[in-house]
């Protein structure tokens, strides 16, 4: 007779052996990457479900510092950056500084040497945290003026893989085609904020008004992704880990494949 102990250890030991099974179905697929022309605009997560998701990322800390970062999008990054292992990372808005903190925290856990690029119009939020810590670089300038901020002989000195973050929602299709000439196979785009269902914030209350869909940041990835579809595909891995598009980053885990 199986002891209740064994039994108990059967369950988790047959979820050690699934677990393999389960990522490898989809990581080792061969429809993994897929092409932006084969995504659907819409998400598996509906607005009940976003709505206490939404409400808790705007209370979310790192190292005490207020983060803007949705707590799925958190688990994926920190997924992707396990597997790529970036060593130079872009991130265009940085707020606080707490998500380029925790972007450099987690590559210092993961015992990959990396630095942390970080832009913002605005840099007196900023954490000394941030500011003072010499893996990370924060700049303040507008991304409209990207070229300036990283000029040619700059990004070509700067080691791959390359993950870069789109956070900052405006000028987002010159920053993807600025970036796009000096990226690396393997390198990718983490876009912010695509899905259309993201709610506007009042003092007391989420909304869900389709204010921020106006901003119409999904048309313009999908835009430049059809324009270099031979280069870019989506990595359904991580945008689908959740449900389809389980992410507010909708179609926004992109890896450079040429
Ligand atoms: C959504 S917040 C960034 C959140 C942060 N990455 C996080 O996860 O906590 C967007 C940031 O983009 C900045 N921003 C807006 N327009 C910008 C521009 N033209 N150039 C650079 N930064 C800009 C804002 O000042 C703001 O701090």
């Not at 007779?1 to 988790?12: G, L, P, R």
């Not at 989506?234 to 689908?240: E, L, R, V």
């Amino acid at each position: 007779m199986v002891s209740v102990k064994e039994a108990e250890k059967e369950i988790y030991y047959d979820a050690y052996k699934n677990f393999a099974q389960q990522k490898d179905d989809v990581f080792l697929s061969p429809t993994r990457y897929q092409k932006i022309s084969a995504r659907e605009n819409r998400s598996d997560q509906d607005i009940p479900c976003l709505t206490n998701l939404c409400a808790g990322k705007y209370k979310l800390v790192w190292r005490g510092i207020p983060m803007m970062k949705h707590s799925i999008d958190l688990i994926l990054s920190e997924q992707l950056l396990w597997y790529v292992k970036p060593r130079t990372i872009f991130e265009i808005g940085c707020y606080t500084g707490a998500s380029a903190l925790w972007l450099s925290d987690t590559m210092k856990k993961y015992e990959v040497e990396t630095h942390v690029y970080t832009v913002d119009l605005d840099t007196s939020l900023v954490d000394p945290l941030t500011k003072n810590n010499e893996n990370i670089t924060v700049i303040e300038d507008d991304v409209g003026n990207i070229s300036n901020i990283f000029p040619e002989e700059k990004l070509k000195s700067l080691p791959h893989p390359w993950y870069i973050s789109e956070d900052c929602h405006f000028h987002v299709m010159n920053t993807l085609e600025y970036f796009h000439q000096y990226m690396q196979e393997g390198d990718y785009f983490v876009i912010d904020d695509t899905s259309p269902d993201m709610p506007s914030y009042r003092p007391d209350t989420l909304v869900f008004d389709g204010e921020w869909a106006k901003l119409g940041k999904l048309e313009v990835l999908r835009d430049f992704l059809k324009k270099y579809e031979e280069y870019y595909r989506i990595d359904s891995y991580y945008t689908d880990m959740f449900g389809y598009n389980g992410t507010m980053n909708w179609n926004g885990y992109i890896k450079r494949i040429k």
